[in-house]
């Protein structure tokens, strides 16, 4: 049995033209959305500010009146924004959050 072999290209090296091409921008987010908090139901818990996928949620400096640091929402665009995939909302043990879609 015979087998043909292909000849192995030699390796090449990356150059800045390379890096450039795949050091494209995101694209813009097609949704974007905002949050409400109502600010005295929350118990400080911060599921969603971990389970935010774009990381826009942070713990505020402000109490509430049971004590506790709500969320609030700080974006940095283009990336960076809040896209209203509701898993705020949707983590929210005491349903604190509504998250409203920007047209
Ligand atoms: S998930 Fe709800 S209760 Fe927990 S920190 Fe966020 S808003 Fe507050
Ligand atoms: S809707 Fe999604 S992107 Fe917007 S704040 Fe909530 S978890 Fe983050």
Partial sequence: MF???RPISPARNNTMEDVKLTQKKPPAPKKRGTIRVIVDRCKGCWYCIAYCPTKVLQVSE???EKG???PVLV?????KVCIACHMCEM???DFA???EELK
Avoid: A, D, R
Wanted: aromatic letters at 10%; proline letters at 20%.
């Fill in 3 to 5: 087998f043909i072999m």
């Fill in 62 to 64: 402000t109490l509430n």
């Fill in 68 to 70: 506790y640091h709500p």
């Fill in 75 to 79: 974006e940095n665009p283009p990336e």
């Fill in 91 to 93: 983590v929210c043990p």
């Fill in 97 to 99: 959050i509504i998250v």
